[in-house]
């Protein structure tokens, strides 16, 4: 069911739902005015008792001594009396009769908005079975196409079966032709089991989007992903020194990045020997060059060039030997590595060799 199907639905609901309650409203209505009719009647009807009963007894002697006798008003009182409660009782008659032609009106109306309501309801009944006619054509129509819709994917699939078992026959002559021999040639554009199995899910989610719910089609749909899921697996088989090639070729490429890992690791250890050597050198000559300057001034409080002053030091910070205060900077090794740049290190080749 579409929303516009039960939208109207819905509205024909309410009519019924509105119906109901006007037929309710109007036998409340026709309860009370009834009801008003029996009151003004049983009133009227008391009214002219009492006035007949009050001219009896003003006419008849006996009847009045009775009322005497019983302290009853005397006739002319009861007479007025009566006369008053007629009196407004007809007063109220056009009150009550313009309410009873009121409600009249009003049952008038109701009455038509029933017949309108009738019509409205046998309209919309009349609508709805068009409509009901129209989407069953329609749906009628649209799973007809689907049908030839589908019958024209078997079709194809069929033929691109015939295909694919050509190709197959065509290769595996190929394969005992060559009897496993190797060949350098580029690959052709073969068609694969996946493609149709793809494109016959693809066919049965259409058909069943559609609206289609045969069960042999979808029968005959399933087994057709069946037999592509086969060939598949057949094809697969059918290529051993395939994969036996893709799996060589993956160890050498695993050799190689074996073998370039470690001409890496190997310059990463020459390179950091090398910069070893190059620190423990520069602590050297920093010794040697801070050694010839402190002999300069001596200790503490001692001439230049002396071994005396306050505190004499050692030899290494204040106080060396006279032959080594001697010497200078220029007689110290030429060797100083940081003047110098350090020499690249060649990249290696695959053998190992700069």
Do not use: C
């Not at 039960?6 to 409203?25: F, G, T, V």
């Not at 008391?46 to 006739?75: D, F, H, K, N, Q």
């Not at 313009?98 to 309501?117: G, N, T």
């Not at 005992?176 to 021999?181: R, T």
Request: net charge positive; aromatic share 4%.
């Amino acid at each position: 069911m579409t929303e516009a199907d039960a939208a109207l639905a819905s509205q024909l609901e309410a009519m019924k739902r509105r119906r109901r309650e006007l037929r309710e409203l109007r036998e409340a209505e026709e309860a009370q005015i009834l009801r008003s009719l029996r009151d003004i009647n049983g009133r009227r009807a008391a009214s002219e008792m009492a006035m007949a009963e009050a001219t009896a007894v003003a006419a008849s002697p006996r009847a009045a001594s009775r009322a005497s006798e019983a302290s009853l008003p005397a006739g002319s009182d009861a007479r007025d009396y009566n006369a008053r409660r007629l009196e407004r009782q007809r007063a109220k008659e056009p009150q009550l009769r313009s309410d009873l032609q009121a409600l009249q009106r009003r049952r008038q109306v109701l009455e038509q908005q029933r017949l309108a309501l009738n019509r409205r309801l046998e309209e919309l009944a009349t609508g709805e079975k068009a409509r009901v006619a129209e989407l069953a054509d329609r749906i009628d129509r649209r799973q007809a196409d689907s049908a030839r819709g589908l019958r024209r994917q078997m079709e194809l699939a069929a033929r691109r079966e015939e295909k694919v078992d050509d190709v197959d026959r065509a290769n595996r002559a190929v394969q005992d032709a060559l009897a496993g021999a190797e060949l350098s040639r580029q690959p052709s554009t073969s068609y694969h089991a996946e493609s149709i199995l793809n494109e016959i899910s693809s066919l049965r989610q259409f058909y069943i989007a559609n609206g289609g719910a045969d069960a042999q089609t979808l029968k005959r749909m399933t087994d057709m992903m069946n037999e592509a899921l086969e060939l598949e697996r057949i094809k697969n088989d059918r290529q051993p020194w395939r994969r036996e090639k893709e799996e060589a070729q993956k160890r050498r490429q695993a050799a190689l990045l074996d073998a370039e890992n470690r001409r890496l690791y190997e310059d990463l250890q020459a390179l950091q020997e090398r910069n070893r050597e190059v620190m423990r050198a520069f602590a050297n000559t920093e010794a040697a060059d801070a050694a010839p300057s402190a002999r300069s001034f001596g200790g503490f409080g001692g001439p230049a060039g002396g071994t005396g002053g306050f505190g004499a030091a050692t030899a290494q910070f204040g106080n060396p030997p006279p032959a080594a205060a001697a010497a200078t900077p220029r007689q110290l090794p030429e060797f100083q590595p940081w003047r110098q740049a350090p020499q690249p290190i060649g990249r290696r080749s695959k053998n190992g060799r700069a």
